[in-house]
């Protein structure tokens, strides 16, 4: 029997809530790396109406002015309302300070995280949740560019698999908050014409009998935090790889490189993409775990789901020779000290070429025994 399956994934807007909390976030910690690359920080964000909660922890010699960081982001995004900003922020807990900040980095906290990568595409990313964001950024570009739509959106992409192989497009589903004084049939036209189909030329072999639905609710002109609610780390699967590859249980955005939730799963993506550019097999994905005060991870696992081209062992070797898992040489390797954060916030954390964990080393060799 064949193997054939549709696999979904979705991505959302910067107008989305929880995408919100999350790019103010991290425009929080790129301040305070701007200022103290040594910032310890995990202050996030909620938000409902025109409320703007912010709490979390921060040690940092860095002075960094909340509201006007926020009110800066909200503003970019298209919001004309009055906010009010409510902030609750301490410290680092000094039992985790002194865990973390030792003669040599240790992670932050105990936990599991996971890397990906698939030769599907040319950015080593599962095509569903590649092109679902590639949808996004462009419908941002679009939204910015007129009076009628606004920052609030969400698109879906649903992908048909011949024996692990993308074959067909199925179905593209996206909705797009607009004014009220557009009608559906003009905004169905407008989205498919000026987002969907300059994207989607990209891709058109994968354009057999696609189905398109655009704003299938009828009505989305109460958008943002009017609509909704939102906080920071609640979009995991978006910000990784769509449902394809598993994800550890903790959130990005808001966490400097010592939070091994972050840091560990961008290096774990970086060597996972590297198994496959190297071309050692077709998919790679890798599991490390961490412990609090701790300088090297408690354990690795490697996968290949049966597409490795030499030995899982060789495989194995050649991952222990090139990378180096422990959170100091993440940080050192990475560059995670630099303010770079804001970016990633919006349209995946993976399969962007600007981001130095999506580097393909370079002089990676499987020595000899």
Same mark, same amino acid.
């Given at each position: ?157 649903? &992908? ?110 970086? &060597?996972?993409?590297? &198994? ?94």
């Amino acid at each position: 029997m064949k193997n054939i399956k549709i696999v979904t994934s979705e991505s959302v807007n910067i107008g989305h809530p929880d995408k919100t909390c999350d790019v103010i976030a991290d425009a929080f910690l790129d301040e305070a790396l701007r200022q103290d690359p040594n910032s310890q920080m995990a202050v996030e964000c909620a938000i409902k109406n025109n409320k703007l909660f912010v709490y979390g922890e921060a040690t940092t010699n860095a002075n960094i002015d909340y509201d006007k960081i926020a009110l800066e982001v909200l503003k970019d995004i298209g919001y004309k309302e009055n906010f009010e900003i409510i902030k609750e922020i301490s410290n680092q807990s000094p039992d985790i300070n002194q865990a973390v900040v030792r003669e040599e980095v240790c992670a932050n906290d105990q936990g599991m995280v996971y890397g990906y990568a698939t030769n599907e595409t040319k950015e080593y990313m599962p095509l569903p949740v590649l092109i679902a964001h590639k949808i996004m950024k462009k419908y941002d570009e679009f939204r910015r560019q007129t009076k009628n739509y606004f920052a609030d959106a969400k698109c879906q992409v649903s &992908v048909l698999y011949d024996e692990n192989l993308p074959k067909e497009i199925t179905t593209i589903l996206i909705s797009v908050s607009h004014d009220k004084d557009l009608d559906n049939n003009q905004i169905q036209k407008t989205i498919k014409e000026k987002v969907l189909l300059p994207v989607l030329e990209e891709y058109k072999k994968y354009l057999v009998e696609t189905n398109y639905i655009i704003n299938p609710s009828g009505k989305f002109t109460i958008w943002g935090s009017y609509g909704d609610s939102g906080c920071t780390g609640r979009k995991i699967v978006v910000d990784t790889y769509g449902g394809v590859g598993r994800v550890g249980g903790g959130c990005f955005s808001s966490k400097n490189a010592t939070k091994v939730d972050r840091s560990g799963a961008y290096y774990a993506r970086y &060597v996972a993409k590297n &198994v496959v550019a190297h071309a050692l097999a077709d998919k790679c994905e890798i599991q490390v775990s961490y412990g609090i005060g701790m300088a090297k991870p408690i354990s690795i696992y490697v996968e290949c789901f049966n597409t490795n081209k030499i030995s899982m062992e060789k495989i194995c070797k050649f991952i222990q020779d090139n990378f180096d898992f422990s959170p100091a040489n993440i940080i050192m390797e990475l560059g995670l000290l630099k303010p770079i954060f804001k970016e990633t916030a919006c349209f995946g954390h993976f399969g962007r070429e600007d981001f130095p964990w999506e580097r393909i080393k370079e002089n990676c060799l499987i020595k000899d025994e």
